[in-house]
């Protein structure tokens, strides 16, 4: 029946069924045999994600206990791209559905979900690709509910309820504080958990963030968890107490900024440093202008983002207690004063105020030209006389002069007072201010010299055209610092002396100067936190400010200085700041400083400690442009005095000016730890019962 | 190629169509003697049990399969998570009746009627293409609105078969090969099907439609110069394709995306990723029925269609897989043995044209999944979910039943 050929050519059609299934068999076992253990690993990473639980972070207590920063609980909304992206329209109408819900631009939504890169501002993503982004925090239960209404239009939206700072006190010690912004830093750290970027929040983060637990989960090709394989409770952080008083915060507060906002325009910063002289801790410590830390709540906004850093309105993100530098001026001349001493000055010899001192061709002038007469060292520093110091640093220049190693006594003395160097406090971003002595001076030059040298051949021709006059100045003046710029001169010497020129401090060392010169010469590296507790009330750790140094300068030379310092605001320079204090009951010492600023007003310092025959605390003010130290600084510190001390008719704010000397009770069980996980959010699953955790399960199975 | 609904059977037309070439009256005396040839072949006879054995393993399989792929979602979402099942079974058994009603037919029954099927295949192809027609996946392939969803790409591949088998296997006596002819008018008839498939377009289905053509033209014994011509010819004109860009830009990125899916798992490569990983996941022995994270977690995109191999591949491992594999090759096997003692060049032909088709569309589906081949959207023949491709597999399988039965008959 059948013809050969046909017969012949279903042989090769079975062949090749033969062949083909052959292949498919071989390739099969290739892939689930040979491979399987591979693919299972890949579909695992595929299908099971570790969702991080969140732990609460431990609160931010003052020295008796009164929360600065603490949790609560919110709702936040975030997106998982992955599952948007696998959208037909890429997520785009689920945007804006949800932006519409939570009455925000769809844009600003959309903005967030980029990821963060080059070219690419703020806000954008900076954690993993593979993470949900938060896009709203603190979303109101209202809208919460009808998110979770809506859920089927909304696929890759979830809606959780996390922990977020709250900062109960407003905007009080912001600086100090820091915030918390998401990303990566710490390692082993969901890189999407809120973590600390500055102030005590980022300087104490492995305290205050405990450890976050995890939960394995298996999810669904939109990113739904389905099952919970494994699961580790989270540990909540340790609560921190600071030797930081919340009523004495808000009396500096309050006082730096009557003190700086009287300052016309947005020229007006300053801050202010309160320290326990005995201890080296830290009672107080702001900077002006501040900002409400709970901005970063949720994610900055860009414009928030943007005023923060805009110059226009005067930096607030900059602690300027601990970053501002500036020159100290007359507070400076504790330093030389001791240094005079210590060189064989005597402390009550006759030195002439005179109204001026000339030294080469240049004439420095005392402090409003004024010609004193004959006085001691006391009467120097009460009056703030200039020239005094003048002639001591003219003289000990001339002993160094061309001596092969010289002794820079002035420098020296600074150096012991900690300036020049960071003071090690427990706070991010310190700056180091600055002592500048020979070899700041040579390294300068040669880092400026190739500039200098060329304006001095060229001679300004841009400056020229317009202003012949000046040019010339200016060239002269290159011309000079080409040649001899990297002499350390009689003039630097002398400038050096009364805290002018080089010399740059910031408030806080300038405080802990204060503080040694009260305590007998101790120098502390100052400490605002004081012990880190655990969640039971159990302390962990104590934290001592670590002795740094002591003053090389005799008990008698001190006491002459503080006798002194002691007369200002009776007599001296601080006299009319302090006019009706009842110094008889708190007697405040300290000292003005008036910096000249090239082209802009005057800073004003008011460096002080009190009592002043058994010092206990430590006050030190700046004003940025605020004018002399009587007109703005002093005022302040005023205030900041009778505020401790409840005079001048108001509330003692540290009654007798004396910090606790024990550890406050500590809430172990914080208010937020009772809060249900998942209020109001329907159907939650795998909730942890762990107290003290926070449970972020997507949306309910 | 998913069916949302199953197919009902198209309403028998009252009288059988007359083919001219025939004699009227033997399509007439064909007719009317069914009855009485049912009976005997089915209880008296002797039915190929291996055959029917197989293609019911096979539905059944592809039943459970449906089942797992669909069920956990469906149960997720708050649905009955028998929706899928209970259609697939409803799939199958109007399949099961048009598989007897074509094993009972003669051949003379089955000339009648195949001009009409391919006309009927042809006008649905061609209707598709108008606003009758719906897109889904980037193809116009579907017909027909609400509860009855019709894909006559999946239809006209039996009755091609049977018409290239009328075309090829009537040779006047004494001849052993088709004529030139014969051969053309054979391409002719194919093109029409291949063009309207390649409009929507569906590579898939013109694979298949292709390699069906090209087959039954080697098992009807055309000379091996000429199927090299024509191989060659059909070689040039893909070429061609290629570089004219005829291709629309999401198969040229599916085949692109082939050589390396794992390259871009979460754009293009995605579909071929997630199989070759759902498959793989599977191991020896499978992760057992509906206990895989990857099916349940609706990973693998048009997972109970075209992509239902990976059901088998996670859940019941190699082994499982391995054994649809072994059925598809019975079913494969049993063809080319009805093949074989056929009775008459046109039964071997369509037998063989049945077997071609089967066995290339079972190698493009599995070897898409298991990143053999590039991703093409086709149906595993009797297993994957969908109406049409369930009744036009078992009408061949049933075709398959009536040459043999015709062969038995003889013997």
């Known amino acids: 029946m059948m013809r050969r050929p046909t017969r012949s050519r279903l042989l090769v059609v079975h062949l090749l069924v033969a062949v083909l299934f052959l292949v498919l068999l071989g390739r099969l076992w290739q892939v689930q045999v040979l491979d399987g253990d591979r693919y299972a690993r890949m579909a695992a990473e595929n299908h099971t994600r570790r969702v991080v639980v969140p732990a609460v972070r431990g609160e931010i207590v003052d020295d008796r206990g009164r929360p600065l920063a603490r949790d609560r609980a919110a709702v936040r909304v975030s997106v998982d791209r992955a599952a948007l992206d696998r959208l037909p329209d890429r997520g785009r109408a689920v945007l804006s559905r949800l932006a519409e819900l939570l009455g925000r631009p769809r844009e600003e939504l959309a903005a967030r979900l980029r990821p963060c890169g080059p070219g690419v501002n703020k806000p954008c993503w900076a954690g993993s690709p593979y993470e949900p982004v938060p896009v709203a925090g603190g979303v109101s239960e209202r809208v919460a509910l009808r998110l979770m209404e809506r859920e089927d239009d909304l696929p890759g939206v979830r809606v959780e309820r996390r922990p977020v700072r709250e900062y109960p006190r407003g905007t009080l010690a912001a600086h100090l504080l820091g915030y918390l912004a998401p990303g990566s830093s710490g390692a082993g750290r969901g890189g999407a958990e809120p973590t600390g970027r500055d102030g005590l929040e980022a300087q104490y983060e492995d305290d205050l963030s405990g450890r976050a637990g995890s939960r394995e989960v298996v999810v669904d090709s939109a990113g739904r968890a389905v099952r919970t394989v494994r699961e580790r409770a989270p540990v909540p952080g340790a609560t921190l107490v600071t030797s930081i008083d919340a009523r004495v915060q808000a009396v500096v507060e309050k006082a730096l900024k009557r003190a700086a906002g009287r300052v016309a325009g947005a020229a007006g910063s300053g801050a202010a440093v309160v320290m326990d002289v005995r201890t080296g801790r830290i009672v107080a410590l702001a900077g002006y202008p501040a900002y409400d830390p709970s901005v970063w709540t949720g994610g900055i906004r860009q414009a928030d983002y943007a005023r923060l850093t805009s110059e226009a309105h005067g930096l607030p993100l900059i602690s300027r207690a601990i970053q501002g530098q500036w020159p100290p001026a007359s507070t400076w001349k504790i330093v030389s004063t001791a240094a005079a001493a210590r060189a064989g000055y005597p402390l009550d010899g006759h030195y002439d105020c005179s109204g001026s001192y000339r030294i080469g061709d240049r004439s420095f002038r005392n402090f409003g030209g004024a010609n004193l007469g004959g006085m001691d060292l006391h009467r120097a520093l009460v009056v703030s006389c200039d020239t005094i110091f003048y002639r001591f640093a003219h003289r000990l220049w001339l002993k160094d002069d061309g001596a092969p190693r010289p002794a820079d006594p002035m420098q020296h003395m600074a150096r012991a007072f900690g300036f020049g160097v960071r003071t090690g406090v427990d706070l991010p971003g310190e700056a180091a201010g600055r002592v500048p002595d020979r070899t700041w001076k040579r390294e300068t030059w040669e880092r400026t010299r190739k500039q200098t040298c060329a304006d001095a051949r060229t001679g300004y021709p841009s400056v020229a055209r317009t202003d012949p006059r000046r040019a010339a100045y200016l060239t002269a003046i290159a011309k000079e610092n080409c040649d001899h710029g990297y002499l350390w001169t009689a003039g630097d010497a002398a400038n050096f002396s009364i805290g002018q020129g080089d010399v740059v401090v910031t408030p806080l060392q300038l405080a802990r100067a204060y503080a040694a010169l009260a305590n007998g010469g101790t120098l502390f590296s100052p400490r605002v936190g004081r012990a880190v507790v655990g969640r039971d009330g159990r302390v962990l750790r104590e934290i001592t400010p670590p002795v740094t140094g002591r003053l090389p300068v005799p008990d008698r030379t001190l006491a002459y200085i503080r006798h002194a310092l002691a007369e200002v605001p009776r007599s001296g320079t601080a006299a009319p700041a302090f006019a009706g204090f009842p110094l008889d009951k708190v007697p405040v010492a300290g000292k003005t400083g008036t910096a000249e600023a090239y082209g802009a007003a005057d800073t004003s310092w008011f460096a002080s400690f009190a009592p002043a025959d058994h010092p206990r605390l430590a006050v030190v003010v700046v004003v940025s442009e605020g004018g002399t130290g009587a007109e703005a600084a002093a005022p302040a510190a005023r205030e900041i005095w009778s505020g401790i001390y409840g005079l001048d008719g108001r509330r003692a704010a540290l009654p007798g000016g004396r910090p606790p000397a024990g550890l406050p009770e500590t809430t172990g069980v914080s208010e937020t730890d009772g809060l249900p996980a998942a209020i109001g959010l329907s159907g939650t699953t795998g909730l942890s019962g762990t107290r003290g955790s926070w449970d972020d399960t997507g949306r309910p199975r | ?411």
């Not at chain 2, 088709?178 to 008839?189: C, E, M, N, W």
């Not at chain 2, 074989?340 to 037998?351: D, F, H, K």
């Open chain 2, 1 to 411: 190629m998913t069916v949302p609904a199953p197919v009902r059977p198209r309403p028998t037309p009252p009288a059988p169509y007359r083919w001219p070439v025939r004699p009227a009256s033997s399509a007439v005396r064909s007719a009317s003697r069914s009855a009485a040839r049912l009976a005997r072949r089915v209880a008296g006879g002797v039915p190929d049990w291996g055959l029917a054995g197989a293609a019911g393993a096979l539905c059944l399989v592809g039943v459970v399969l449906v089942w797992a792929s669909t069920g956990p979602r469906l149960a997720a979402e708050g649905e009955d998570p028998r929706t899928y099942l209970r259609r697939q079974l409803l799939n199958v058994a109007v399949g099961a009746v048009v598989m007897v009603a074509f094993a009972l037919a003669d051949h003379g029954a089955l000339r009648a009627w195949t001009p009409p099927l391919y006309a009927l295949g042809c006008l649905g192809l061609l209707a598709v293409l108008t606003p009758l027609g719906r897109t889904v996946n980037g193809a116009q392939s579907w017909l027909g609105a609400g509860a009855l969803q019709v894909q006559p790409s999946e239809l006209v591949k039996p009755a091609l078969v049977l018409i290239l088998a009328m075309l090829l296997g009537e040779q006047p006596d004494g001849e052993h090969r088709p004529r030139g002819a014969q051969v053309l008018l054979a391409l002719a008839v194919a093109a029409v099907p291949l063009g309207l498939v390649m409009l929507q377009p569906d590579l898939g289905t013109f694979t298949i439609i292709a390699a069906i053509t090209f087959g039954m033209l080697v098992a009807a014994g055309v000379r091996w110069r000429w199927i090299g011509l024509l191989a060659s010819a059909g070689a040039a004109a893909a070429v061609l394709a290629w570089v004219l860009g005829l291709l629309r830009p999401h198969q040229v990125h599916r085949l692109l995306t082939f050589a390396d899916p794992l390259a871009d798992p979460q754009g293009a490569g995605y579909n071929a990723a997630q199989a070759l990983i759902t498959v793989g996941s599977g191991g020896l022995s499978g992760r057992g029925l509906l206990r895989g994270d990857q099916t349940g977690g609706g990973f693998v995109p048009e997972q109970h269609t075209d992509f239902v191999f990976t059901v088998a591949g996670e859940e019941l491992g190699f082994a499982g897989s391995a054994l649809v594999l072994l059925l598809l090759w019975a079913v494969l096997a049993r063809g080319l043995r009805v093949a074989a003692r056929a009775a008459s060049p046109y039964g071997t032909l369509a037998a063989a044209g049945i077997v071609c088709w089967f066995g290339v569309q079972t190698f493009v589906n599995v070897g898409m999944v298991v990143g053999l081949l590039p991703i093409v959207g086709v149906p595993l023949p009797l297993v994957s979910y969908g109406g049409s491709s369930v009744v036009a597999c078992l009408a061949a399988v049933g075709v398959l039943m009536s040459v043999r039965g015709q062969d038995v008959r003889r013997l």
